[in-house]
C-alpha cells in the first residue's frame, strides 16, 4: 500500500448528494442502448485549438448520431452552444457533451508556467490563479480541464518540466492540492468551475533520455514512494478525474496497465471518478507493439480501466463486437458510463446543458483588470533571484538610459507553451514594462544582438548592441529559450542558452565594463548556465511570466517587489549531471570518503549550479538556532521544532524557510534529505518571527522492501534553512 489514505469523492460531494446524482445517472443509464453507452465513452477534437497530431474535425455528423460524449479543443460560447444543440436536439436521448481543453496555466489571462508558479512556493497565489483560470474558462463555456500535471520530473531536458512543479513530492502534491481547489471552486454545480484531470498517470517525468513518449523502467517501491503521492493528493482533494500517461512502464503503457489503473487507482485508493486517455493513447498501444490491431487495442485499455478514449475513435469502431463476442463486459462498459454520466449530472449538464453559455459572462470575464494585476502579482513572486554580486539589483530609478539587449527583451513571445486561449497581442513586452516603470523622460535602447533558435550562430547583429551598450547607464540582458522549445515533444539534448546567445553575453559583458549589468533569462526548464554564471553578475529567473510578463520583471528589477522565488527544481552544472535532484540516496562510497574510490566525477562537481529551494532576496534574513523540547520521543510522538527568523536587511522580504529530514539508518536506504514542511514569512527590516514546525509520525513514514509504510526508530537528522543545501542540522531519536 502507498499509505492508508483514499482518494476523496469527485468534487468532494457529500454521499448524500452523490447519491442523487448516481439516481440521475441510473434512470439515465437505463435507456441507453449499447451503442450510445459506446459513443459516450468517445472523445473527439474540435476546432478551436490543436494539441496533437492534425485530427479530423468534422464532427457533427456523430455529435448528431449520439456517438460521442466530449469535445476536447471547443471553447467560446457561441461554438460550445451551436455544438451542444447538434446533440441535444438531433440524438435520441439529448445527452450533452462534456466540452474540454487544456488550461494549463490560464484561458486568456496567462499566468506563468506551472513551473514558474511552483517557484513561488506561495500555495494561496497558486489555488488563485487556477480559480481565475476556471473562471475564464468556464466563462467560454468550457466545462472540463486536463490539468493539473504532477509528474515529478527530474530531467530538465524533457520539455514538459515546464508544466508541473518540479523534482519533489512533497512541494508537487501541495501545489497538485491547491490546483484543484482552485479548478474545481467549492460547488461543481457552479457555472465558474471546472472538472480538473490530474495527469499524467504514471511517472510520465521519468521517461528515459529526458525524451518525449519514451520508456519508464522502475521499481515499483519507487513508483510509489516518489510518482505516485501527487496523484493521490489531488484524487484526495477531489479532483474529478484522472488522466493515462503516453509511456510504458515496466515494458506495459499507462493506458492499458492493470497495476495503475484497476490495483492501486481504483481496489487501493477506491477513486470513484472518471478516466481517460491521452490524446492517441489507444492508438499508440499498436505502435507501442502491445496490441496488433484496433480491437486489441480497445480491448486491453477498457479491461485494465479507460472510460473515455480521447480521441482515435477506436472504441466506437470495436467495442460493440467485442462485447458481443464477450471479450469485454457490458458491465464494464456501463461501469465506465456512470462515471462519465456522474461527472455531466455534478456539473449540472444533465439539468441545463446551456448552463455554461453565457455571452455576458463571457465578455466580462477574459482578460479583466483584476485578473491582470493577479497575474502580475503572482509573475513577479514566481521570479527567482540566482545571483546579485555587487548588489546590481535592484537598477536604480536614475537609470533613465537603458540598454535592452537580447532576443526575449523586445518580443511578446513570453507566455510560455500551453498557453490556452491567451494571445501575444496582450502580452507586454520586457521593453513596454520598464518604460512603464520608468515613464516617458527614460530611453530604452533595443537591440536584438543574436537570436534564440536552436542552430542559429549568426553573430552579426553584436556589434549593434555593443553600439547600444556604449550609450547606456545599465544594460539589461534578456536571453533564454523560445516557447516552443519548452513544451510537449520539445526534448533537448543541450539545455544550454539557443543560438549565439552566450556569445552576446560573453561580448556585452566585455564592453559593458562598470556599467550594470542585468541578466533576465526567459525559459521553461533549468538551463545549463555554468558558462553564463561564470561571468555575469546578475541573474533572475523569469520562467515564462504570462501575460503582464514585462511589468512583472519591471517589478522586480527596479526593487518594487523584492524577490522571494525558490527553485522547484536543481540547475546542473552539466547536463552530464542529469537527472540530477536533492532526495537522492547516499552511495556506500560517498564523495568526501576517499579521494579517488568514491561516488563523483572526475571533471565536474557532484552539486548542482543552483540546488532546489535556493533563491536570493534583496535583503538578508538570519537563522537562530533550532530548538526543541526532547532528543528522544515515541513512534506516535510529534516532536515540535522551532527558530528565530530575523531581516537583518534594509528592505522588506519573504522568506521561504524549509524543513528537511533525514532517517539515518533504516530497513531501506532513504534519502540524504526529504523537505517534509516549509513557511513563508514576510518579515519587515528589522523585525523577527519565531517558526515553529511539527514533525509527526507521518513524516517520519516510508515504504519499506515489502512495500508497507511504517516507521521505524533510530536516529533522524532535522535540517532548516532558505534552501536544500543550508541550514543548521540537529537530531532526535525515535525509540
Same mark, same amino acid.
Given at each position: 500500500?502507498?499509505?492508508?489514505?483514499?482518494?476523496?469523492?469527485?468534487?468532494?460531494?457529500?454521499?448524500?448528494?452523490?447519491?442523487?446524482?448516481?439516481?440521475?445517472?441510473?434512470?439515465?443509464?437505463?435507456?441507453?442502448?449499447?451503442?450510445?453507452?459506446?459513443?459516450?465513452?468517445?472523445?473527439?477534437?474540435?476546432?478551436?485549438?490543436?494539441?496533437?497530431?492534425?485530427?479530423?474535425?468534422?464532427?457533427?455528423?456523430?455529435?448528431?448520431?449520439?456517438?460521442?460524449?466530449?469535445?476536447?479543443?471547443?471553447?467560446?460560447?457561441?461554438?460550445?452552444?451551436?455544438?451542444?444543440?447538434?446533440?441535444?436536439?438531433?440524438?435520441?436521448?439529448?445527452?450533452?457533451?462534456?466540452?474540454?481543453?487544456d488550461i494549463i496555466h490560464g484561458f486568456r489571462t496567462?499566468?506563468?508556467?506551472?513551473?514558474?508558479?511552483?517557484?513561488?512556493?506561495?500555495?494561496?497565489?497558486?489555488?488563485?490563479?487556477?480559480?481565475?483560470?476556471?473562471?475564464?474558462?468556464?466563462?467560454?463555456?468550457?466545462?472540463?480541464?486536463?490539468?493539473?500535471?504532477?509528474?515529478?520530473?527530474?530531467?530538465?531536458?524533457?520539455?514538459?518540466?515546464?508544466?508541473?512543479?518540479?523534482?519533489?513530492?512533497?512541494?508537487?502534491?501541495?501545489?497538485?492540492?491547491?490546483?484543484?481547489?482552485?479548478?474545481?471552486?467549492?460547488?461543481?454545480?457552479?457555472?465558474?468551475?471546472?472538472?480538473?484531470?490530474?495527469?499524467?498517470?504514471?511517472?510520465?517525468?521519468?521517461?528515459?533520455?529526458?525524451?518525449?513518449?519514451?520508456?519508464?523502467?522502475?521499481?515499483?517501491?519507487?513508483?510509489?514512494?516518489?510518482?505516485?503521492?501527487?496523484?493521490?493528493?489531488?484524487?484526495?482533494?477531489?479532483?474529478?478525474?484522472?488522466?493515462?500517461?503516453?509511456?510504458?512502464?515496466?515494458?506495459?503503457?499507462a493506458t492499458c496497465h492493470p497495476l495503475l489503473l484497476?490495483?492501486?487507482?481504483?481496489?487501493?485508493?477506491?477513486?470513484?471518478?472518471?478516466?481517460?486517455?491521452?490524446?492517441?493513447?489507444?492508438?499508440?498501444?499498436?505502435?507501442?507493439?502491445?496490441?496488433?490491431?484496433?480491437?486489441?487495442?480497445?480491448?486491453?485499455?477498457?479491461?485494465?480501466?479507460?472510460?473515455?478514449?480521447?480521441?482515435?475513435?477506436?472504441?466506437?469502431?470495436?467495442?460493440?463486437?467485442?462485447?458481443?463476442?464477450?471479450?469485454?463486459?457490458?458491465?464494464?462498459?456501463?461501469?465506465?458510463?456512470?462515471?462519465?454520466?456522474?461527472?455531466?449530472?455534478?456539473?449540472?449538464?444533465?439539468?441545463?446543458?446551456?448552463?455554461?453559455?453565457?455571452?455576458?459572462?463571457?465578455?466580462?470575464?477574459?482578460?479583466?483588470?483584476?485578473?491582470?494585476?493577479?497575474?502580475?502579482?503572482?509573475?513577479?513572486?514566481?521570479?527567482?533571484?540566482?545571483?546579485?554580486?555587487?548588489?546590481?539589483?535592484?537598477?536604480?530609478?536614475?537609470?533613465?538610459?537603458?540598454?535592452?539587449?537580447?532576443?526575449?527583451?523586445?518580443?511578446?513571445?513570453?507566455?510560455?507553451?500551453?498557453?490556452?486561449?491567451?494571445?501575444?497581442?496582450?502580452?507586454?513586452?520586457?521593453?513596454?514594462?520598464?518604460?512603464?516603470?520608468?515613464?516617458?523622460?527614460?530611453?530604452?535602447l533595443c537591440a536584438q544582438g543574436a537570436s534564440n533558435?536552436?542552430?542559429?550562430?549568426?553573430?552579426?547583429?553584436?556589434?549593434?548592441?555593443?553600439?547600444?551598450?556604449?550609450?547606456?547607464?545599465?544594460?539589461?540582458?534578456?536571453?533564454?529559450?523560445?516557447?516552443?522549445?519548452?513544451?510537449?515533444?520539445?526534448?533537448?539534448?543541450?539545455?544550454?542558452?539557443?543560438?549565439?546567445?552566450?556569445?552576446?553575453?560573453?561580448?556585452?559583458?566585455?564592453?559593458?565594463?562598470?556599467?550594470?549589468?542585468?541578466?533576465?533569462?526567459?525559459?521553461?526548464?533549468?538551463?545549463?548556465?555554468?558558462?553564463?554564471?561564470?561571468?555575469?553578475?546578475?541573474?533572475?529567473?523569469?520562467?515564462?511570466? %504570462?501575460?503582464? =510578463? $514585462?511589468?512583472? #520583471?519591471?517589478?522586480?528589477?527596479?526593487? +518594487? &517587489?523584492?524577490? *522571494?522565488?525558490?527553485? @522547484?527544481?536543481?540547475?546542473?552544472?552539466?547536463?552530464?549531471?542529469?537527472?540530477?535532484?536533492?532526495?537522492?540516496?547516499?552511495?556506500?562510497?560517498?564523495?568526501?570518503?576517499?579521494?579517488?574510490?568514491?561516488?563523483?566525477?572526475?571533471?565536474?562537481?557532484?552539486?548542482?549550479?543552483?540546488?532546489?529551494?535556493?533563491?536570493?532576496?534583496?535583503?538578508?534574513?538570519?537563522?537562530?538556532?533550532?530548538?526543541?523540547?526532547?532528543?528522544?520521543?515515541?513512534?506516535?510522538?510529534?516532536?515540535?521544532?522551532?527558530?528565530?527568523?530575523?531581516?537583518? %536587511?534594509?528592505? =522588506? $522580504?519573504?522568506? #521561504?524557510?524549509?524543513?528537511?529530514?533525514? +532517517? &539515518?539508518?533504516? *530497513?531501506?536506504?532513504? @534519502?540524504?534529505?526529504?523537505?517534509?514542511?516549509?513557511?513563508?514569512?514576510?518579515?519587515?527590516?528589522?523585525?523577527?518571527?519565531?517558526?515553529?514546525?511539527?514533525?509527526?509520525?507521518?513524516?517520519?513514514?516510508?515504504?519499506?522492501?515489502?512495500?508497507?509504510?511504517?516507521?521505524?526508530?533510530?536516529?533522524?537528522?532535522?535540517?532548516?534553512?532558505?534552501?536544500?543545501?543550508?541550514?543548521?542540522?540537529?537530531?532526535?531519536?525515535?525509540?
Amino acid at each position: 500500500m502507498l499509505s492508508d489514505r483514499k482518494a476523496g469523492l469527485p468534487f468532494g460531494v457529500d454521499r448524500e448528494r452523490d447519491q442523487a446524482l448516481c439516481e440521475q445517472v441510473e434512470a439515465l443509464l437505463s435507456q441507453m442502448t449499447l451503442e450510445e453507452k459506446i459513443g459516450q465513452m468517445n472523445q473527439v477534437a474540435g476546432s478551436r485549438d490543436t494539441t496533437g497530431a492534425p485530427a479530423n474535425t468534422d464532427i457533427e455528423a456523430d455529435v448528431r448520431a449520439g456517438r460521442v460524449g466530449s469535445v476536447f479543443n471547443a471553447f467560446g460560447v457561441e461554438f460550445t452552444r451551436e455544438l451542444q444543440q447538434q446533440t441535444i436536439e438531433h440524438s435520441r436521448l439529448g445527452i450533452p457533451l462534456l466540452f474540454g481543453y487544456d488550461i494549463i496555466h490560464g484561458f486568456r489571462t496567462i499566468f506563468p508556467i506551472p513551473l514558474g508558479q511552483a517557484a513561488s512556493w506561495h500555495l494561496e497565489g497558486i489555488e488563485r490563479a487556477a480559480r481565475i483560470m476556471a473562471e475564464e474558462g468556464a466563462a467560454a463555456g468550457v466545462h472540463w480541464t486536463f490539468a493539473p500535471m504532477v509528474d515529478i520530473s527530474r530531467d530538465p531536458r524533457w520539455g514538459r518540466v515546464m508544466e508541473g512543479a518540479g523534482e519533489d513530492v512533497l512541494l508537487t502534491s501541495r501545489i497538485a492540492r491547491a490546483q484543484v481547489r482552485g479548478i474545481q471552486g467549492a460547488d461543481p454545480g457552479a457555472t465558474d468551475t471546472l472538472a480538473a484531470c490530474v495527469k499524467h498517470y504514471a511517472a510520465y517525468g521519468a521517461a528515459e533520455a529526458g525524451r518525449e513518449y519514451n520508456t519508464v523502467d522502475m521499481s515499483e517501491w519507487r513508483l510509489r514512494e516518489h510518482y505516485l503521492p501527487p496523484f493521490l493528493a489531488a484524487l484526495d482533494e477531489g479532483c474529478a478525474s484522472v488522466m493515462t500517461a503516453f509511456n510504458t512502464l515496466n515494458a506495459i503503457p499507462a493506458t492499458c496497465h492493470p497495476l495503475l489503473l484497476d490495483q492501486i487507482l481504483r481496489r487501493e485508493w477506491g477513486f470513484k471518478g472518471m478516466v481517460v486517455t491521452d490524446y492517441t493513447a489507444v492508438m499508440e498501444l499498436e505502435c507501442h507493439g502491445v496490441a496488433e490491431d484496433a480491437s486489441e487495442a480497445t480491448r486491453k485499455s477498457v479491461n485494465a480501466g479507460v472510460d473515455m478514449d480521447m480521441q482515435s475513435g477506436y472504441f466506437v469502431e470495436t467495442l460493440s463486437e467485442l462485447v458481443q463476442g464477450g471479450q469485454v463486459d457490458e458491465a464494464r462498459i456501463d461501469e465506465a458510463v456512470r462515471r462519465i454520466l456522474w461527472l455531466k449530472a455534478a456539473l449540472g449538464l444533465l439539468d441545463d446543458p446551456y448552463r455554461y453559455a453565457d455571452t455576458e459572462r463571457e465578455a466580462q470575464c477574459l482578460l479583466s483588470e483584476p485578473h491582470r494585476r493577479a497575474a502580475r502579482e503572482q509573475a513577479a513572486e514566481s521570479m527567482v533571484l540566482l545571483k546579485n554580486d555587487g548588489h546590481v539589483l535592484p537598477l536604480m530609478d536614475q537609470c533613465q538610459k537603458v540598454a535592452l539587449i537580447g532576443p526575449l527583451g523586445n518580443t511578446q513571445r513570453l507566455l510560455g507553451s500551453w498557453r490556452g486561449n491567451g494571445d501575444h497581442d496582450d502580452t507586454v513586452t520586457l521593453r513596454e514594462g520598464i518604460a512603464n516603470r520608468l515613464g516617458e523622460d527614460a530611453v530604452i535602447l533595443c537591440a536584438q544582438g543574436a537570436s534564440n533558435q536552436i542552430g542559429d550562430t549568426d553573430t552579426a547583429g553584436i556589434e549593434d548592441a555593443l553600439e547600444v551598450v556604449r550609450q547606456a547607464d545599465v544594460v539589461v540582458l534578456a536571453l533564454g529559450e523560445d516557447e516552443d522549445y519548452a513544451d510537449e515533444a520539445a526534448s533537448r539534448a543541450d539545455i544550454g542558452l539557443p543560438g549565439a546567445q552566450l556569445e552576446l553575453a560573453r561580448r556585452v559583458l566585455a564592453e559593458a565594463g562598470d556599467t550594470p549589468v542585468a541578466t533576465v533569462l526567459f525559459n521553461g526548464r533549468p538551463m545549463d548556465l555554468t558558462e553564463l554564471d561564470a561571468m555575469a553578475p546578475a541573474l533572475l529567473e523569469a520562467w515564462w511570466p %504570462g501575460t503582464e =510578463a $514585462g511589468n512583472a #520583471v519591471a517589478d522586480v528589477l527596479f526593487g +518594487d &517587489v523584492n524577490p *522571494s522565488g525558490r527553485l @522547484p527544481m536543481s540547475f546542473p552544472v552539466s547536463v552530464g549531471q542529469v537527472p540530477i535532484y536533492y532526495n537522492a540516496f547516499n552511495t556506500g562510497r560517498p564523495k568526501g570518503v576517499d579521494p579517488k574510490y568514491a561516488s563523483q566525477y572526475l571533471d565536474i562537481p557532484n552539486a548542482p549550479l543552483y540546488p532546489f529551494g535556493f533563491g536570493l532576496s534583496y535583503t538578508t534574513f538570519d537563522y537562530g538556532p533550532i530548538e526543541m523540547a526532547c532528543t528522544e520521543i515515541a513512534s506516535e510522538d510529534t516532536l515540535e521544532v522551532r527558530l528565530t527568523v530575523t531581516n537583518t %536587511g534594509e528592505r =522588506a $522580504g519573504i522568506e #521561504v524557510v524549509q524543513l528537511y529530514l533525514q +532517517d &539515518v539508518s533504516a *530497513s531501506v536506504v532513504r @534519502p540524504i534529505r526529504e523537505l517534509k514542511d516549509f513557511q513563508r514569512l514576510s518579515l519587515a527590516p528589522g523585525d523577527s518571527e519565531c517558526v515553529t514546525f511539527q514533525i509527526t509520525p507521518d513524516m517520519r513514514h516510508f515504504l519499506n522492501a515489502e512495500l508497507d509504510s511504517v516507521q521505524e526508530p533510530g536516529l533522524f537528522r532535522v535540517q532548516i534553512g532558505h534552501c536544500s543545501e543550508s541550514g543548521e542540522e540537529i537530531e532526535f531519536r525515535v525509540v
